[in-house]
């Protein structure tokens, strides 16, 4: 008798993504600047509280979340892939800053926004970021993110 294992397609979706970022942010840390990659709900079986973001960061220079977004289309994120955009939100309201990194898979391209620029725009069901610019690297995309912590 054979058994099949079954596999979900999505569960590796944004692995990628994240691991750039980190491996960024590893770079970016020293002595005066932290990065912590915070706790996946869906990895710890959901019995904790999903949190904010997939990284935070502190410097001298400021604080804040960083979220990490993975898609396949070349312009556009979907508004369900950012159920935490109200907590991204309130920590920018408290004196953070907090950025949405997108992964454009199909252009291998990177693309940063505020979380106060996916308030204002958008329409019903996803946000064209096709006038963000995109960058071939994190380092690029975050340094143009107008943050004063990732110049």
Not at 28 to 41: I, K, Q, Y
Not at 74 to 86: A, Y
Request: hydrophobic share 40%; with cysteine.
């Amino acid at each position: 008798m054979v058994t099949f294992k079954k596999t979900n397609t999505h569960a590796n979706r944004g692995t990628l993504a994240e691991k750039a970022v980190a491996k960024f942010l590893a770079d970016w840390s020293g002595p005066t600047r932290e990065a912590n990659r915070l706790v996946d709900s869906k990895a710890a079986g959901r019995i904790i509280k999903a949190a904010a973001a997939d990284f935070e960061f502190f410097c001298p220079e400021g604080h804040g979340l960083i979220e990490v977004k993975q898609t396949e289309h070349e312009f556009r994120l979907s508004r369900d892939k950012v159920p935490q955009l109200p907590r991204l939100r309130k920590r920018a309201n408290c004196g953070g800053e907090s950025l949405v990194v997108v992964y454009h898979s199909v252009l291998g391209a990177w693309r940063v926004v505020h979380s106060h620029y996916l308030e204002s725009t958008g329409d019903k069901g996803s946000w064209n970021l096709s006038s963000v610019p995109c960058f071939n690297t994190v380092q690029g995309a975050l340094g143009y993110a107008n943050c004063k912590v990732f110049p």
